[in-house]
């Protein structure tokens, strides 16, 4: 049993480094690859891509988790090796249920569909994509179908991104957070807006990069595991335990907008670095959910990065660093722009307030256009309509509008965006977990040093892994089940000072929050 | 037949592919790899480099090639189908007749041996690193046996690199050469030793790297097509026929080191950029033997890169990117300098004329230990005493002794060295050719442009990759088999004037050559 067990970490680690060479050939593709070695390189990421499924999915690991079954059901629940062979089972069934043709005609689409739109979106062009992205809500249907058993056509891709959740166990908590949302958004709309001009100076690229550095040095991203290099569009990635990489943008007409994706690229990367290193090559060697990697990267970029006490200390650093922009603006005023709430048109430069009303926004259409209760020559419309309902804002043009996320031109429609609010309110849940379990956290932010913050979700979150479920480790670490009232709690505490909202404006808490 | 060639031409396509993910595994590691990835790095280039060993040695591929032998007959000699069957048939015959345990068993020692010889080397170790290299010759030894009917041990790793060539066609080559060289080096050796100290100041790396960067560009490096990166050790490496890459090292205190790097790195990529196109995915889609490539590299780094015109053109640009070290050095100090020559240690730094005495010990000191005419223990002195006897120097340790090259220590014992002289034979015999073909090219080199030049080695030499044998090659392009004449001229022509020399001193010219 013992060595069926072997034989099956082996055939892991096998597929699982072929998985981090294709995240190799992409990060390089994205960094530093010349214009000429595009068409080879898109071959080459196909076929490691292949050769990558093809060791994940091979029937002998299915044999091998067969034969296993009594081992797993005879270990304590709590054992590492239950939890491969659970977690395992759970990918390989669902990796061998899609047959390779369907694979193969689906990532054909989505990349021919992902290069209409690098040239839709910049013509502003939805008409010429439309066919597309019909067919992809086609395809994506028909994903669903190889999954049957579901209640709601969006759960399979839901359960792939977030196990465990569905549009049934997702919907009254986002209905209750715009509940609790609305009023928010509302009160602050009633008052004067944030001057937030002192962000838009000019400020060397070089020196925004360094700032961005040392901060999550201090965070602690381990740069002998880790390395940061310059992209269009800012990810992680990961080439193994020991390397673990982000990227960042830079813009030097604005002075945090790398900062802020620096520390959130490097709160999941340091995710990604605090596994426990004897899960490396096994499904258990990655984050467990989409929604608990963003609850990582959105509290290092906001709860810490756009806290009070973390400029208290960084404040002065950052002048010295931007003395041009920054020498005649007190911390207040920088405090404020940095956290400035207006609703806006574009989700990836929303503000931590108005941020959930897009993704929910999504999280509707998507399951609308799934159930084919919207056609997507509709999408447009409906699209703007919630716009002007949920945020009381119009796009002049498609390019921000429906055409701004690459995810249902890169990928299927489905389950691609809840992760991000569910990561925004399991981020402040953690945070009050830990901040109870070390109240030093918060002197700590002062000081610009955070071991007791790191320390505790090293321990609570990071070094398990996949091991858990979201919703266990969920438990674990914070006594009880996802919950939306830490995160409004910390949205009120938070702006009702900067806002100046009076307890009555907060409106009623929802019920079963 | 036509459809047995297809797929024949897939199967290699997949085969090159993987071979060439390792070489990005490979760039990663030596440029931007943090150290925490270095133990997944490894698994993962011995993971990739299986599987396109795998993918070229399949035994379908040698079923195609069984099945391709008529069609391969009827075709005229020139047609690139015929020299795709049969430069296929010899690189697959050469890859399936070493066993894949014997492989595994070699690449192991020789990582094994590689890892110890990082240590040994500054340590100045020899001892320690012994044994291992006992094993190498034993194994390399093993290796030549796989392909019976040699007449000399090292000849099959000759004919690995540089097809064509053996032991007996290499020797009388590289006895005349010496015969020639000898007494130039001595006849420079009585003159009075050149100032070079004005290369000694020093220059701002990112000028070093941007001066050189302009100098290649005008090669005719083509940048879409490429890029260049920082190493400890420079070289060549490719990821397509669109993505050719080099690397360069930098040193604060030396004006030209990475300059001269880049040129010779550069002319490398130029040969691989030069590829025609319709041959990639094939092993035509390759620089056609180490001689021929090391003929590209040393062709732009000396005949170009260290010549008289070259520098009437380059001199007051270099002059204005490092004006404190060369506003006082005149451009004949400093083309003096960039020529010294003097016997020394390490080949690495050797100048053009005593380069190939270092070449020719390697040589001939790796055959006496496959032969088991030199025991390794014995190797240190051996080496000391070529060094004393050829070149009039002693190394003061095994570091720039016998420790000195990676090249036994990081592979086999045999056929590693020839290429570098071989090359340098050829590139001025190209060079020869390329200017009485187009005589501009001297002109156009005064006013740093090169396209005669680029023109005629993509016509003659770049544009064929491996169809056509060195010998073949170079027939086509020079109208006769490689000869050292033009080389010994070339020297002649150039250090005589730089040190004063008299017709008497060159010596008898050796008959042969």
Avoid at 91 to 113: G, K, L
Avoid at 495 to 513: D, F, M, S, T
Wanted: proline fraction near 5%; aromatic fraction near 10%.
């Amino acid at each position: 049993m013992r060595e069926a067990l072997d034989q099956l970490k082996q055939r892991l680690f096998e597929a699982y480094d072929l998985a981090m060479v294709r995240s190799l050939l992409n990060w390089d593709q994205t960094t530093y690859m010349p214009k000429g070695g595009a068409p080879a390189r898109g071959r080459q990421i196909s076929l490691i891509g292949r050769r990558a499924h093809e060791a994940f999915t091979h029937v002998e690991i299915g044999r091998l988790l067969d034969q296993l079954e009594p081992l797993a059901a005879s270990l304590p629940p709590d054992s590492d090796d239950a939890a491969l062979i659970k977690v395992t089972r759970r990918e390989y069934d669902r990796a061998t249920r899609v047959p390779s043709s369907f694979v193969a005609e689906m990532s054909q689409h989505v990349a021919a569909t992902y290069q209409a739109w690098t040239v839709a979106r910049p013509a502003n062009d939805f008409a010429s994509i439309r066919p597309m992205l019909e067919h992809t809500v086609e395809l994506s249907r028909k994903y669903a179908d190889f999954f049957p058993g579901w209640k709601n056509v969006a759960d399979p891709f839901i359960d792939h991104d977030d196990h465990g959740m569905t549009v049934a166990t997702i919907r009254p908590l986002f209905d209750s957070l715009r509940k609790g949302l609305v009023p928010i958004v509302q009160a602050i709309a009633a008052k004067p807006p944030t001057d937030d001009s002192c962000l838009r100076h000019t400020a060397p690229i070089e020196a925004q990069l360094a700032f961005g550095l040392d901060v999550i040095r201090r965070f602690g991203y381990d740069f002998e595991r880790g390395r940061q290099d310059l992209t269009h569009h800012p990810f992680m990635t990961k080439f193994s335990l020991g390397d673990v990489r982000i990227t960042t943008r830079s813009r030097e007409n604005d002075l945090t907008d790398s900062l802020f994706s620096t520390l959130h690229e490097a709160g999941h990367a340091m995710y990604e670095q605090g596994i426990r290193r004897d899960f490396e090559g096994t499904p258990l060697a990655n984050g467990t959910s989409a929604g608990v990697h963003e609850s990582q990267s959105r509290m290092w970029e906001n709860l810490i990065g756009r806290s009070r006490p973390f400029w208290e200390h960084f404040y002065p650093k950052i002048q010295a660093s931007f003395p041009a922009a920054l020498r005649d603006v007190s911390v207040d005023t920088f405090y404020r722009a940095i956290n400035k709430v207006e609703p806006s048109l574009v989700r990836t430069d929303a503000d931590e307030v108005t941020y959930n009303l897009h993704v929910m926004i999504r999280f509707d259409l998507e399951i609308q256009l799934l159930e084919g209760k919207l056609a997507v020559a509709d999408l447009p419309e409906a699209w703007n309509a919630r716009y002007k309902s949920d945020l009381g804002v119009q796009a002049p043009d498609h390019r921000d509008g429906v055409l701004q996320d690459v995810h249902w031109y890169g990928g299927h429609v489905g389950g691609a965006f809840q992760g991000y609010t569910l990561g925004n309110i399991l981020s402040a849940q953690l945070f009050r977990a830990a901040v109870m379990a070390k109240p030093s956290i918060q002197s700590e932010t002062r000081e610009g040093t955070f071991e007791s913050l790191r320390g505790w979700l090293r321990e609570n979150v990071h070094q398990h892994g996949a091991k858990y479920t979201a919703d266990e480790l969920t438990r674990r670490a914070t006594g009880g089940p996802l919950a939306i009232e830490p995160y409004l709690d910390y949205l009120w505490d938070k702006y009702a000072p900067l806002y100046g909202l009076k307890a009555g404006e907060r409106g009623a808490v929802p019920a079963g929050a």
